[in-house]
C-alpha cells in the first residue's frame, strides 16, 4: 500500500456568501460547426459591506463556476452602509441597464427581484427599496447594482464637505432615534 494521502488543509478564509446568479450557454461559431460553453455570473459577499461580480467562462458548468467565484474574490469593494440600509438614494447604468436604488427605514426588507436582490444581500443591506428598468439581462443589471453601490459616500464624508453636523446629513429615521450608523 502507498503512502497514506494526508488531508487538505483549506485556507482560514473568512466565510462568504457565493450565489450563482445565472448560467448561460454561449457558442462560438468556428470552421466545423458551432463550439458551445457556458458563462457563469456569480455573486460573493461577506455580508458586512463588502460584495463583488464574476463571469467565468468555460466547456464545463463547474469550472465556469469556478472561474467566476475566482474573479468576484478579486473584484469585491468595500459599500457604504447606514446600519441596516444604504445612506442615500442613487440611480446607476450599465448597458441598457438601469438600476434605482433608495434607502429604507428599518424592518422594510429587501424590496428587489433578481440580481438586484442577490448584490444586495451578499453585500449585506438588510432594508433597501429597488427598482430596475431597461435591460433585464442579469449580467447588466448586477453589475449596475455594484456601479450603484460604489457611488455612496459615508455621511462623515459628505458632512465633512459640506462643512455640516453629521445628524444634519442622516437620514431621518437615523436623526430621530440619535443612531449615527
Do not use: C
Not at 488543509?9 to 450565489?19: A, C, G, K
Not at 448560467?23 to 466545423?32: F, H, L, P, T
Not at 455612496?152 to 436623526?175: H, I, N, S, T
Amino acid at each position: 500500500m502507498g503512502r497514506r494521502r494526508e488531508p487538505r488543509v483549506q485556507e482560514d478564509r473568512e466565510e462568504l456568501d457565493e450565489r450563482v446568479l445565472d448560467i448561460k450557454r454561449v457558442a462560438k461559431v468556428i470552421q466545423g460547426g458551432r463550439r458551445f460553453a457556458f458563462r457563469t455570473v456569480v455573486i460573493v459577499g461577506d455580508n458586512q459591506g463588502m460584495v463583488g461580480v464574476g463571469v467565468g467562462k468555460a466547456r464545463q458548468v463547474p469550472d465556469a463556476v469556478r472561474k467566476g467565484t475566482e474573479r468576484a474574490r478579486r473584484t469585491m469593494t468595500k459599500v457604504s452602509l447606514a446600519g441596516t440600509t444604504i445612506p442615500h438614494p442613487v440611480v446607476a447604468r450599465y448597458g441598457g441597464a438601469e438600476v434605482m436604488l433608495r434607502p429604507a427605514s428599518p424592518g422594510t426588507g429587501v424590496i428587489a427581484g433578481g440580481a438586484v436582490r442577490a448584490v444586495v444581500e451578499a453585500a449585506g443591506i438588510k432594508d433597501i427599496l429597488t427598482k430596475s428598468k431597461g435591460s433585464s439581462n442579469m449580467l447588466n443589471v448586477a453589475r449596475a447594482t455594484l456601479l450603484g453601490l460604489k457611488q455612496l459616500k459615508d455621511a462623515d464624508e459628505v458632512a465633512k464637505a459640506r462643512g455640516k453636523e453629521m445628524r444634519d446629513v442622516l437620514p431621518f429615521w437615523m436623526r430621530r432615534r440619535g443612531k449615527e450608523g
